[in-house]
Structures are given as structure tokens and as C-alpha cells.
Nanobody, 123 residues
Framework: QVQLVESGGGLVQAGGSLRLSCTASTRTFSAYTVAWFRQPPGKEREFVAGITRNGDSTDYADSVKGRFTISRDNAKNTVYLQMNSLVPVDTSVYYC????????????????WGQGTQVIVST
């Protein structure tokens, strides 16, 4: 069973940037499609961005298109989420999730989750 560990969260001012990392504990990381989700305070978890096994296809929520970029380095077993032009509504716990093989969509079949990392965007 692959394990995922997120890092890179923190407190940032509006307009600033953060880069989140998701590192997996498996040698077969290149076989997993990976996505980022987030859960704002008091709200349900929502899809943010996803990337296929070899990085040839990505998908983004409309709310982050043009601001966030997902990428991966399979040699480092790591997926990144570069977040630019952050706004207070981006404040959430961000989770990394993975599924073996498959495409990013549908997003309701990601079965492996990390513990989350907190992002707070101040005004």
C-alpha cells in the first residue's frame, strides 16, 4: 500500500506563492495517477488538480486554472503543486491522493490519501 506525505503548507499573504509536495513511499510511483484536493474550513473536500502517471495529461478545477500548476518527478517519487496568486479563499487543508493506473477523471475513485497540509492565505 502506497503512503503519501504532503509538505510545503504554511501562512502566506494574498498574492503570494507556495509550492506543495507530495512524496510517495513506493517504487512503482510512476504507475499512479495523482491529484490534489482541498477542504476549506466548514466545507466539503474538492478537487484541485490532477496529473497522469507519466505527466502527459493534467486537469484543473476552474477556480485554480492559470494560477496553480501540477507537476511530477517520478525519479523523486514526488508530485508538486505550485500555487501562485493566492487569495484568501484558497485557505484550506490540501490533500494528496493517488490511484493505481487510470486517468484523473473521475475523481471519486482516488483511494489512497495523505494526511494533509494546511495552507492559510491572509489578506
Amino acid at each position: 500500500q502506497v503512503q503519501l506525505v504532503e509538505s510545503g503548507g504554511g501562512l502566506v499573504q494574498a498574492g503570494g506563492s507556495l509550492r506543495l509536495s507530495c512524496t510517495a513511499s513506493t517504487r512503482t510511483f510512476s504507475a499512479y495517477t495523482v491529484a490534489w484536493f482541498r477542504q476549506p474550513p466548514g466545507k466539503e473536500r474538492e478537487f484541485v488538480a490532477g496529473i497522469t502517471r507519466n505527466g502527459d495529461s493534467t486537469d484543473y478545477a476552474d477556480s485554480v486554472k492559470g494560477r496553480f500548476t501540477i507537476s511530477r518527478d517520478n525519479a523523486k517519487n514526488t508530485v508538486y503543486l505550485q500555487m501562485n496568486s493566492l487569495v484568501p479563499v484558497d485557505t484550506s487543508v490540501y490533500y494528496c491522493a493517488a490511484k493505481f493506473w487510470g486517468r484523473v477523471q473521475p475523481v471519486n475513485d482516488f483511494r489512497t490519501w495523505g494526511q494533509g497540509t494546511q495552507v492559510i492565505v491572509s489578506t
